[in-house]
């Protein structure tokens, strides 16, 4: 064999090499891609679920004594929204209880930290919050995670007449 053929042969071996480099980058930043897609999924899920959950109590602690479609007299005010000592997650009884809840959740082993706010809202404006009692409350979920680029932010507004009310 001649150095013309060796040459090829060495040359041919390192365009081989750098086409499998190439292959092998490609498919790590693929898997890495869907791997992240799914912790945003997974993360996405996780605040739904408190959503979800939120909607499934009641509105107020004053509209849980009341008949459904019955008209309370007034809301908790704006500076008594949360729990109260008595009340403790998973046991919240209405929609306000989940402000301020901070806790880390743990899904197929990835620690998620859950953060709410609850605020009063006007159907007008449900960006802004508002300083007095009204029949809307938004809630905002904040999701974040080591595993995570940036959090996710989950908002929702909820309607006095949209909730349990049984």
Do not use: W
């Amino acid at each position: 064999m001649g150095f013309q053929e060796l040459l090829l042969v060495v040359l041919t071996s390192v365009l081989f090499s750098l086409l499998i480099l190439n292959i092998n980058q490609t498919s790590l930043r693929n898997q890495e891609a869907l791997q992240e897609t799914e912790i945003v999924h997974t993360a996405i899920s996780v605040a739904q679920r408190f959503i979800e959950e939120a909607k499934s109590k009641e509105y107020d602690a004053v509209s849980a004594s009341l008949d459904p479609g019955d008209m309370p007299d007034g809301f908790t005010t704006v500076y008594g929204l949360g729990h109260n000592n008595s009340e403790h997650y998973p046991n919240f009884s209405d929609v306000d209880d989940y402000h301020g809840f901070n806790q880390t959740v743990t899904v197929r082993g990835m620690d998620f930290q859950v953060q709410i706010s609850v605020v009063y809202v006007r159907d007008t404006n449900p960006e802004a919050s508002y300083s007095n009692e009204t029949f809307f409350k938004k809630m905002t979920v904040n999701v974040n995670s080591s595993y995570l680029s940036h959090g996710i932010t989950l908002k929702q507004v909820i309607s006095y007449y949209g909730v349990n009310n049984s």
